[in-house]
């Protein structure tokens, strides 16, 4: 099924001239930070496994993040657009299993893709952010990162390290230009939660619980998440950095 970004779109030029790299942005909060970039006059390179939902203004770029040499030659596939100053750390998978039912090779995964590919396009990108005197990332986190979720153990983990990245990047380069923040979402209505669903014995119930967890009513939407996202990349958020932006309908409020 074709997944496409939800509406509406704040059209705008204020990223007109920014070259932005955006990680799993083949569904969900990617394909969302995606669609508003272009919309605000970003040139975008969208990379993911898959990019067929991708829409067609963007440079599509196939990569597992990883792996450390597919990361490199997607960036080097891309170095001919010129230098990228945006980056967007949102590929990310989910585990729903406690510490002792977690099994390691999950775990690594888990760690593989959310940490490890955070770290390789942070470190293959910094430098060209560097040369330049200026750079923005945003990482997706999570609100899970932050407070235990029952049977999130390897993605609790994770996400927690994600935000300790952050804040350790933009404090090691707040005087070179960097900044970096994390958006920390809540439960999104996005294809990863409708799998889970999918998976479930009853999905109606499970829906409704993780519902009922927010106290706002309802699941967040992709475009939520993306929208904060490109607030903390755009020149608004000038004077943020080392921030992770909780949008969670009141998860971490109770």
Same mark, same amino acid.
Request: hydrophobic share 45%; aromatic share 6%.
């Given at each position: 099924m074709t997944v496409v970004a939800d509406q509406p779109l /704040? &059209?705008?030029?204020?990223?007109?001239?920014?070259?932005?790299? &955006?990680?799993?942005?083949?569904?969900? +909060?990617?394909?969302? +930070?995606?669609?508003?970039?272009?919309?605000?006059?970003? #040139?975008?390179?969208?990379?993911?496994?898959?990019? #067929?939902?991708? %829409?067609?203004?963007?440079?599509?770029?196939?990569?597992?993040?990883?792996? #450390?040499?597919?990361?490199?030659?997607? +960036?080097? #596939?891309?170095?001919?657009? @010129? %230098? /990228?100053?945006?980056?967007?750390?949102?590929?990310? /998978?989910?585990?729903?299993?406690?510490?002792?039912?977690?099994?390691?090779?999950?775990?690594?995964?888990?760690?593989?893709?959310?940490?490890?590919?955070?770290?390789?396009?942070?470190?293959?990108?910094? %430098?060209?952010?560097?040369?330049?005197?200026? @750079? &923005? +990332?945003?990482?997706?986190?999570? &609100?899970?990162?932050? /407070?235990g979720l029952p049977d999130r153990a390897a993605y609790c983990a994770s996400k927690g390290a994600v935000i300790a990245l952050t804040k350790q990047i933009a404090v090691q380069y707040a005087g070179q230009g960097i900044r970096c923040n994390s958006v920390c979402p809540g439960t999104v209505d996005s294809p990863w939660v409708g799998r889970l669903l999918d998976e479930a014995d009853d999905p109606v119930a499970r829906r409704e619980q993780l519902v009922g967890r927010q106290p706002l009513g309802r699941l967040g939407l992709p475009r939520e998440i993306a929208e904060a996202a490109v607030y903390l990349a755009s020149d608004a958020a000038a004077f943020i950095t080392g921030t992770d932006l909780i949008i969670d309908g009141g998860i971490t409020a109770g």
């Open positions: /704040i &059209v705008s030029n204020d990223f007109a001239g920014r070259r932005a790299l &955006v990680t799993g942005a083949g569904s969900g +909060i990617g394909l969302s +930070i995606t669609a508003q970039l272009l919309a605000r006059g970003a #040139e975008v390179v969208a990379a993911d496994l898959r990019t #067929e939902d991708v %829409p067609g203004e963007a440079v599509r770029v196939n990569v597992d993040v990883s792996d #450390e040499a597919q990361v490199r030659r997607a +960036i080097d #596939e891309v170095r001919h657009l @010129g %230098p /990228i100053d945006t980056l967007f750390n949102n590929a990310g /998978i989910g585990s729903t299993k406690s510490v002792v039912n977690v099994e390691a090779d999950e775990w690594d995964r888990v760690f593989d893709v959310n940490v490890r590919g955070t770290y390789l396009f942070c470190k293959h990108l910094l %430098p060209s952010m560097l040369t330049q005197g200026f @750079g &923005v +990332i945003v990482n997706t986190a999570s &609100v899970a990162g932050m /407070i």
